[in-house]
T-cell receptor, first 115, second 114 residues
Framework: GESVGLHLPTLSVQEGDNSIINCAYS??????FIWYKQESGKGPQFIID?????DKRQGQRVTVLLNKTVKHLSLQIAATQPGDSAVYFC??????????????FGKGTLLTVNP | SQTIHQWPATLVQPVGSPLSLECTVE??????LYWYRQAAGRGLQLLFY??????ISSEVPQNLSASRPQDRQFILSSKKLLLSDSGFYLC?????????????FGEGSRLTVL
């Protein structure tokens, strides 16, 4: 079975609010995590990644937090916009040396931004 | 810049017919190549990956096969499609040299088997 899952399958927020999407993983050997955004009918797009030797990483309007103690990953989107509406996937990589041969994806969270 | 193309974008095929989905990558050499399948409302399941020409690893037993006849070409095939083969198929590549772990996906091919 999958070791990467999401607590909330859907999330609805108001435009301008902050969004938090959560993800749990079960494999303590996973050393690399990625968040992807998938718009309807399109391929997933890379948002941000984090290695297991970090607990926080920031990008443009997005922040990923990693809590290895409880095997939890979250994606925070600041000032959510309608264009952020999409399905968000977390993925873990159990490969060695950064190899992503074994990238395992969660089921995804559908984020809907209301104007 | 690197680009990835896969086709066809949509395909409707009868049960028992053959399948060929093609993926090509431009702007990079010796990429790692992947085929994923996404069922409706589900995550992405890795089907095949390749680290070089003629080198294919299968992740799950299934009715599909993959081939890599050229460095930047990856093909997903089936001799006889099943209803359960319906889904959204995604080709992806990653740098075989860099250590970033980032996957770049194509736009996907939606297959409906009737």
């Amino acid at each position: 079975g999958e070791s990467v899952g999401l607590h909330l399958p859907t999330l609805s927020v108001q435009e301008g609010d902050n969004s938090i999407i959560n993800c749990a993983y079960s494999n303590s050997a996973s050393d690399y995590f990625i968040w992807y955004k998938q718009e309807s009918g399109k391929g997933p797009q890379f948002i941000i990644d984090i290695r297991s030797n970090m607990d926080k990483r920031q990008g443009q309007r997005v922040t990923v937090l990693l809590n290895k103690t409880v095997k939890h990953l979250s994606l925070q989107i600041a000032a959510t916009q309608p264009g952020d509406s999409a399905v968000y996937f977390c993925a873990e990589n159990r490969g060695s040396g950064g190899s992503n041969y074994k990238l395992t994806f969660g089921k995804g969270t559908l984020l809907t931004v209301n104007p | 810049s690197q680009t990835i193309h896969q086709w066809p974008a949509t395909l409707v095929q009868p049960v028992g017919s053959p399948l060929s989905l093609e993926c090509t990558v431009e702007g990079t050499s010796n990429p790692n190549l992947y085929w994923y399948r996404q069922a409706a409302g589900r995550g992405l399941q890795l089907l095949f990956y390749s680290v070089g020409i003629g080198q294919i690893s299968s992740e799950v037993p299934q009715n599909l096969s993959a081939s890599r006849p050229q460095d930047r070409q990856f093909i997903l095939s089936s001799k006889k499609l099943l209803l359960s083969d319906s889904g959204f198929y995604l080709c992806a590549w990653s740098s075989g040299a860099a250590n970033t772990g980032e996957l770049f996906f194509g736009e996907g091919s939606r297959l409906t088997v009737l």
